[in-house]
């Protein structure tokens, strides 16, 4: 089971922190990944971490702006979200799969958590 909390209502050049908390699996077996959706458009990727923290994976619309870690010992992924921006605004979902599901896309993932709704205003 995942969960996904944090968001909220910032405005543009704000900061937000994402938490996915895990339960129920072996934490340090699935890489994680952060979606989002927007209204009216597809769930894009966003960023990934595989299951040691060793490789993190960013979107180019988020590159240098956000930044994925995670603590296996707490069974959390965070996503750190800064300079955020209006289009940054839409519903975050985490999601979890064994492997090297980084890359793969939403297909990629078996498990999801429900979304958090992040929102930036201008």
């Known amino acids: 089971q995942l969960q996904a909390f944090g968001g909220g209502s910032v405005q543009a050049g704000g900061s937000l922190r994402l938490s996915c908390a895990a339960s129920g699996f072996t934490f340090d077996d699935y890489a994680i990944g952060w979606f989002r959706q927007a209204p009216g458009k597809e769930r894009e990727g966003v960023s990934c971490?595989?299951?040691?923290?060793?490789?993190?994976y960013y979107a180019d619309s988020v590159k240098g702006r956000f930044t994925i870690s995670r603590d296996n010992a707490k069974n959390t992924v965070y996503l750190q979200m800064n300079s955020l921006k209006p289009e940054d605004t839409a519903v975050y979902y985490c999601a979890a799969d064994l492997g090297d599901p980084c890359g793969l896309g939403p297909l990629g993932f078996s498990s999801w958590g429900q979304g958090t709704l992040v929102t930036v205003s201008s």
């Open positions: 971490i595989d299951s040691s923290g060793d490789s993190t």
